[in-house]
């Protein structure tokens, strides 16, 4: 069982930077790959970043890429979602989960946050 806190949303402006937490409870953090997904007013939660559990791979939606960093720390049983140049339309609930496979798929992870706001006005 992982529970998972997220924090660090807030309203920025357009072109500022944000970091998101993640922070997981448990003993067996660094056995699960974990991913960052949002999800936008009116629209479906989306695929955002994952992480592979030693952190040596990392995976992101492409129109995202370069703008997110997605990293962790097993140490602190944590991961991070680094967001430059952010825009409103990245203006979404930000989610992280724990999964066992490294996957774009909502099905592939088993454990969920709460999520965190952020908006991104223009």
């Known amino acids: 069982q992982v529970q998972l806190v997220e924090s660090g949303g807030g309203l920025v402006q357009t072109g500022d930077s944000l970091r998101l937490s993640c922070a997981a409870s448990?003993?067996?953090?660094?056995?699960?790959?974990m991913g960052w997904f949002r999800q936008a007013p009116g629209k479906e939660r989306e695929f955002v970043a994952a992480i592979s559990q030693n952190g040596d791979n990392t995976y992101y939606v492409g129109s995202l890429k370069g703008r997110f960093t997605i990293s962790r720390d097993n140490a602190k049983n944590a991961v991070y979602l680094q967001m430059n140049s952010l825009k409103p339309e990245d203006t979404a609930v930000y989610y992280c989960?724990?999964?066992?496979?490294?996957?774009?798929?909502?099905?592939?992870?088993?454990?969920w946050g709460q999520g965190t706001q952020v908006t991104v006005s223009s």
């Open positions: 448990g003993r067996t953090f660094s056995t699960y790959t």
């Open positions: 989960a724990a999964g066992r496979v490294v996957g774009r798929l909502e099905s592939t992870y088993n454990y």
